[in-house]
């Protein structure tokens, strides 16, 4: 008994006999189980079709050994394919008296399209100033620690990480449970630093999700997505095919949000509420005709409005890959931060903001430095969690990830 | 644009529209839909299929004035039936210069299956010795408080109300919707006290979900339904058809029960781990056969063993309707509480236990007053929140919850 999959029938039980994810048997059978490969050029879990559910975790690596390390990652990834295809993490065996090779919290469920995707901090190449890893010299330019930005008010148990881990699937306890085997696998080098859930109702008819505000979220991509998200071709070889994710917890204030009149709301964000078409519109997927001016000649959509500010071009920035997920932690004690500043219970809930870009600091850093200083939305909401890390590029059976890093420096 | 169902295609705005849920053609139109009933003789969300999803939440009241705490259970009802079926808790209407009157978060999602389920804590009826409604004498023998139990580290954040709704659906963002409409309908009268979100990910071949210590939980149910979950023909009027809810939003100590041999996790729970049979059997449904004794003449499901403790009959009580739900709240510091005594950063997950009955006193308290003391169980779980609710029986058309109650007093 050592495939999840096995539960659903024998075709699935011997796939995973077979132990291989590349033959064309392999891809027609996970098509029809809803898996998605984790080896290939990219990571999973950045280009896929988003999920309905996430679970990030970021680690703190604890062991002073550069081959702990190696050996961490070689275990990772070897769990990740099993449990992308719906197999436990480490087969079960048949032995009482050790600890479960696998926790079994998912054994039975489908394998919900599971991506697992591994991303690595600062922390990896360079801590406290101690070149830990001998891979101080390695570090990626791209991967600056991320400036303080304005109003940041970041909880250091929900920030930063040597290492993150971005598990997303169609089943809450599928994702729940790769971050923990994977944690499992690390006992020996790593600490759980931070944890967060995520998840995303889609319409069934297609049209664009809602964040928890009450707007369409994710009408605009990228214009090239390969270009935006992609390392190019001067990365180093272990991020060619990687990309750069940036993670923020941003609490919004519902409470103070649900109070103000539409019309304010849709002053804020620059977009009707109800269509989702930009301000004076009617249509969601209209150009947002930012030059617009009233008969006052003042700008239909407002200077310090989100849209205007969150749009890449607009601001000489380069197009992130926005995946991001709402989160609801339910309720606590907090104190507004703008008038009336209500204090009292209230929900922990929001935007689970993830996502990916070839340059931060041409990208992410620079749009939500803007943002974070002007943006009309920034009274409803507050980042109290925060993460940079380097996703290398995909990985092929036979390696391990970032395998190209170590094997370099 | 009133409904949320209107998204979905004509007939369900033309439904809407209709404003009725008791024609044939709105029985049949929500069988399609995936709705469940709001009005009928018990509340909806207590013998109802389970749904992958729950936001339970607690409110305290804080007006003084019984005509408030009646108008806001007026509107409560209302919404809550709009809200089952698909609708937008209040009409939008198309006034950009007020508050909108659904916060649209769930706007073009399907109903999901939402049930919503209303229950009155010790506060409605009497609170700090007042009897702010003039209910005091109306409060039934079975919502004494709960005591306290062995081992309990309730957090006050977490525990109580004076009222609570648990909102479950298919899909998370449809129940936290149903509270986020309910509680702003509140706001004059009663304050978010707590909240808890939940899910349960069921295997496709239909067989027993697992919880998140990857045993199968939920294997046995109540012999007579009826008899164990409604309160029977002696309860007041506005009981009648009711049933009692106990909350317990209990931590679990993965990190340690991982680590734990499997032989050693099957003797606590009396089963086992992968089949969930009892213990030396082979089949999940097989009767526990409880005085099975080994060949040294011990039993072979430990005195102290999580099934036997739990079995209501074996220890006198009454049966519960266990519908719980596993939760994850992601990771923060916590000290176990139990050798060796690990500290640090560990995952806040683990069970919200949610059960119904006739009579707490006999069911609930009687069973987890034993459990508390010597479940073997207990050195991997915290009970951390808690919460006992009168649920009324079930509301018709005209009606409002709880209506039965306040005429009466």
């Not at 999920?51 to 050996?71: P, Y």
């Not at 971050?179 to 600490?191: G, K, P, Q, T, V």
């Not at 980042?383 to 391990?400: D, I, K, M, R």
């Amino acid at each position: 008994m050592t495939s999840r999959r096995g539960f659903l029938g024998a075709a699935g039980g011997l796939l995973a006999a077979a132990g291989t994810s590349i033959s064309a048997r392999a891809a027609s059978a996970r098509a029809a189980a809803g898996t998605e490969a984790f080896f290939g050029p990219h990571q999973a879990g950045i280009v896929t079709p988003q999920q309905s559910h996430c679970f990030f975790a970021a680690f703190d690596l604890t062991t002073e050994k550069r081959d702990d390390v190696i050996a961490m990652l070689v275990a990772w990834t070897n769990a990740a394919n099993r449990l992308s295809e719906g197999r436990t993490a480490l087969p079960l065996g048949d032995d009482p008296r050790i600890p479960a090779p696998d926790a079994a919290d998912a054994l039975g469920l489908a394998p919900a399209r599971l991506t697992v995707t591994f991303g690595f901090g600062p922390g990896l190449f360079i801590k406290d100033g101690k070149d830990r890893y001998s891979l101080a010299a390695s570090r990626p330019p791209e991967l600056a620690d991320l400036p303080r930005f304005n109003g940041d008010q970041l909880i250091a148990a929900k920030t930063g990480g040597d290492l993150c881990i971005q598990a997303c699937a169609d089943d809450p306890q599928v994702a729940f449970h790769a971050i923990r085997e994977l944690a499992r696998l690390s006992y020996d080098s790593a600490e759980l630093r931070w944890a967060q859930t995520g998840f995303i109702s889609k319409p069934a008819d297609g049209s664009t999700p809602r964040n928890m505000m009450g707007f369409k979220d994710g009408t605009q991509h990228p214009a090239d997505i390969d270009k935006s998200v992609w390392a190019g071709d001067s990365a180093p070889a272990w991020m060619r095919g990687g990309s750069y994710l940036v993670v923020r917890r941003i609490r919004m204030a519902l409470e103070h949000w649900d109070r103000t009149k539409v019309s304010f709301q849709e002053e804020t964000m620059g977009r009707h509420k109800y269509s989702g078409a930009p301000l004076g519109l009617k249509n969601e997927f209209e150009p947002l005709g930012l030059d617009r001016n009233d008969r006052d000649e003042n700008p239909v959509i407002a200077e310090n409005a989100h849209v205007r500010l969150a749009n890449a071009a607009e601001n000489g920035c380069a197009d992130i890959l926005r995946r991001g997920y709402s989160y609801n932690d339910g309720a606590n004690f907090v104190a507004e931060r703008w008038p009336p500043w209500r204090q009292g219970t209230e929900y922990d809930a929001g935007l689970l903001f993830i996502c990916f870009q070839a340059d931060p600091r041409t990208a992410f850093v620079k749009l939500f430095g803007k943002m974070a200083k002007f943006d009309m939305l920034n009274q409803f909401t507050t980042h109290t969690g925060s993460g940079l890390f380097a996703c290398p590029g995909g990985v092929q059976p036979g390696e391990y990830i970032g395998q190209r890093l170590f094997e370099k420096a």
